[in-house]
Nanobody, 128 residues
Framework: QVQLVESGGGLAQAGGSLSLSCAAS????????MGWFRQAPGQRREFVAG????????YYADSVKGRFTISRDNAKAALYLQMNNMKREDTAVYYC?????????????????????WGQGTQVTVSS
């Protein structure tokens, strides 16, 4: 089993920055695909960014491309999301996720069903 715990959420101003972290424990996640999703009030959970186990495949949702950066530190079993130039529509609960299947070492997973471990989420609120 893998446990994922997000941190770093909070309040940001529009145009500002916020950094999220996700700490993994339990089984090693160094070869797992990792990703970030978010869910705004009344909306379905949506993909934000994904990173393959090798780190060579990265995908971003169009809505965050150029503003958000996903990264990982396998030595610390940590996943990060740097959010810059934030917008009000970035307001959501952000979830860290891990995908343990073989394809996700080489390819970034982008669908919810491809991930089998999830964190509890951290709230991010962007004010104007």
């Amino acid at each position: 089993q893998v446990q994922l715990v997000e941190s770093g959420g909070g309040l940001a101003q529009a145009g500002g920055s916020l950094s999220l972290s996700c700490a993994a424990s339990g089984r090693t996640t160094s070869t797992y695909g990792m990703g970030w999703f978010r869910q705004a009030p009344g909306q379905r959970r949506e993909f934000v960014a994904g990173l393959s186990g090798s780190g060579k495949s990265i995908y971003y949702a169009d809505s965050v491309k150029g503003r958000f950066t996903i990264s990982r530190d396998n030595a610390k079993a940590a996943l990060y999301l740097q959010m810059n130039n934030m917008k009000r529509e970035d307001t959501a609960v952000y979830y860290c996720a891990a995908a343990s299947g073989n394809p996700w070492f080489d390819h970034a997973a982008v669908l919810e069903v491809q991930y089998n471990y999830w964190g509890q989420g951290t709230q991010v609120t962007v004010s104007s």
